[in-house]
C-alpha cells in the first residue's frame, strides 16, 4: 500500500466548476506539498502546510493532521488549471519527500 | 540563474551506454534533491544533498546510479550501463534551508529514453 494515496486519478470538470482534490497518508508527517504539473514541464509548488488552511487566489489547501489528510480545492476553475496536481509529505524522521501518485485533471472551455 | 535548470532536457540512449544529467540549483541553496519519475507516476526519491555532503542515497536503485555535488553548487547524476527499465524524468530539485522545511523549487527535468 502506498504511504500516499490520491483520489480521483483523473478528474473532468466544465470551465467554472469547483474542483477537490484528496490527499490521503498513512506515516507522520511534520509536512505536506501540494504540486502541480504541466505536461512536458516541471513541478510548481503550489502549497506547503503543516495545519490548518492555506489560500492563494482560486486554489485552497487544507490539512487534518489527525484524520491524515489534505484536500485541494479550485474554486471557478479554467482550462489553465488543466495539470497533474501532486501530494507530497515530509515525513518526521528525514528529509526526503513521499508522493503520491498524482491527480490529472482537464478542465474543459 | 532565475530557476532550477537542468540539462539536457531530452537525451535517448542505448542500452548499455553512460549518460549523465546535469542540475543547476538556485543559488545560495543549500539542499538539493534528486527524483526519478515513471510514465504516469508520481516521482520518486533518488538522493539528497546539504551542500556537498550527499546525507542520503537510499532511493538509487542500484550500483549503477552515482549523484556527487562536489563544490555544493551544480549536481551531477551518471547512470552507467543504462537500461530499460532506467527510462524516465529525472527531476532536480532545491531549497534554500538544510531541510524540506521550506518552499521546494524543482527544475524541468530531464526526460532519459533507453532504447
Known amino acids: 500500500k502506498n504511504e500516499v494515496e490520491q483520489s480521483p486519478q483523473n478528474l473532468t470538470a466544465q470551465e467554472g466548476e469547483f474542483i477537490t482534490i484528496n490527499c490521503s497518508y498513512s506515516?507522520?508527517?511534520?509536512?505536506l506539498h501540494w504540486l502541480q504539473q504541466h505536461p512536458g514541464g516541471g513541478i510548481v509548488s503550489l502549497f506547503m502546510?503543516?495545519?490548518g488552511k492555506k489560500k492563494h487566489g482560486r486554489l485552497i489547501a487544507t490539512i487534518n493532521i489527525q484524520e491524515k489528510h489534505s484536500s485541494l480545492h479550485i474554486t471557478a476553475s479554467h482550462p489553465r488549471d488543466s495539470a497533474v496536481y501532486i501530494c507530497?509529505?515530509?515525513?518526521?524522521?528525514?528529509?526526503?519527500?513521499?508522493f503520491g501518485g498524482g491527480t490529472r485533471v482537464l478542465v474543459k472551455p | 540563474g532565475a530557476g532550477v535548470s537542468q540539462s539536457p532536457r531530452y537525451k535517448v540512449a542505448k542500452r548499455g551506454q553512460d549518460v549523465a544529467l546535469r542540475c543547476d540549483p538556485i543559488?545560495?541553496?543549500?539542499?538539493l534533491f534528486w527524483y526519478q519519475q515513471a510514465l504516469g507516476q508520481g516521482p520518486e526519491f533518488l538522493t539528497y544533498f546539504q551542500n556537498e555532503a550527499q546525507l542520503d542515497k537510499s532511493g538509487l536503485p542500484s550500483d549503477r546510479f552515482f549523484a556527487e555535488r562536489p563544490e555544493g553548487s551544480v549536481s551531477t547524476l551518471k547512470i552507467q550501463r543504462t537500461q530499460q527499465e532506467d527510462s524516465a524524468v529525472y527531476l532536480c530539485?532545491?531549497?534554500?534551508?538544510?531541510?524540506?522545511?521550506?518552499?521546494?523549487?524543482f527544475g524541468e527535468g530531464s526526460r532519459l529514453t533507453v532504447l
Open positions: 530539485a532545491s531549497s534554500l534551508g538544510l531541510s524540506l522545511l521550506g518552499e521546494l523549487f
Open positions: 502546510l503543516s495545519s
Open positions: 543559488s545560495g541553496h543549500v539542499s
Open positions: 506515516v507522520g508527517i511534520s509536512a
Open positions: 507530497a509529505v515530509r515525513t518526521a524522521a528525514g528529509n526526503k519527500l513521499t
